[in-house]
């Protein structure tokens, strides 16, 4: 009886260890993963950020070019970028999974070559919400970890917003992503992090998370504050019609170092850390 006991929990143990899972992406495509990745490559910063923040850092062995924090990570190989990945470099590091961004280039060509890919599209907060919720179950890292984290980020971003001078409260503003331009609209994790900053986007949700924009639209829309997410050259009161808006006529432009840009531009765990860059600027220009 002794021996058959042992054996049924010896069986128990090692059942409990297998954990068999689907995730569907966000590029509708099913992977199946028969136990937690042990090799797992990032193409994706914010994805990145979100495994080490897990504590699973661990199980990183390779990174696209753009990773850089935490620190811990910058020995990984680099392995490209999202657009241009180097397919060859991925497959010699035998990954268990590589995560990619929606639109990434490598999802046909890995999965070609037997290798799991998993999707995601990290767009606002919801999204970011429902990445560390993702990760934490491909990564077998335990949920309340996920929750913990995600609400201890809005915590730390509705402070942030209580500090805030009140003559700032509503004024009128436009974050630059690129000179295309494209800005950060009210329905991207941008836009969301301006809200929850008591800011007014003059980019509509109606026009997407990062739209292309026409130049004499932002002159229409006169901006009270400007942001810059993005190292520009060249002074931009240059800018047809840009000397006679109230931000560049009061001096309230924003520029960032290229460390806080790479905050700003992540939506991932540092959405916290992007928004008390913003505070900052906004605290310097209404005193």
Known sequence: MKVRFFLALALVIVTSNVR??????????TTSLQKSPLRVISLLPSITETICVLKQCQKLVGIDRYSNWPESIQSLPSVGGGLDPNIEGIAALKPDVVLVGKNSRASERL?????????????????????????????DAPPRDAETIWLNLLTQVN?????????????RVYFEVSSTPFGAGESSFIGETLKRLQLTNIIPSSLGPFPKLNPEFIVRE???????????????????????????????ICTFTPSEADILSRPGPRLAEGAQIMANCISAKYP
């Open 159 to 171: 402070a942030i917003t209580s500090t805030l001078p009140k003559a700032a409260k509503g004024q």
């Open 20 to 29: 068999a899972i689907d995730i569907t992406d966000d590029q509708g495509f």
């Open 222 to 252: 006169n901006p009270d504050l400007i942001m810059m997410g993005y190292k520009q050259g060249g002074q931009i009161e240059g800018r047809p019609g840009w000397k006679k808006m109230n931000a560049v006529s009061q001096q309230r």
């Open 111 to 139: 999965r070609s070559l037997g290798i799991k890919v998993i999707a995601f599209d990290v767009k606002d907060y919801a999204d970011v919400h429902r990445a560390l919720q993702r990760l934490a179950l491909i990564l």
